[in-house]
């Protein structure tokens, strides 16, 4: 898998933010979720790595 995925948390809140190498985001409470988004997130990027921003 190319480049570096994270998980975060935003302190003074319940929030995490995945963040993948192509610099899209998604917010979260549920840690399940948030990697579950992260992990699935990659499959659809092209040669150019990079599909934007979501949610």
Do not use: F, N
């Amino acid at each position: 898998m190319p480049g570096t995925l994270a998980i975060t948390w935003e302190p003074g809140s319940d929030t995490l933010l995945g963040t993948c190498h192509c610099g899209a985001r998604h917010t979260s409470q549920d840690p399940v979720e948030a990697w579950a988004w992260l992990l699935a997130h990659p499959d659809g990027h092209g040669l150019s790595g990079s599909e934007g921003a979501s949610e």
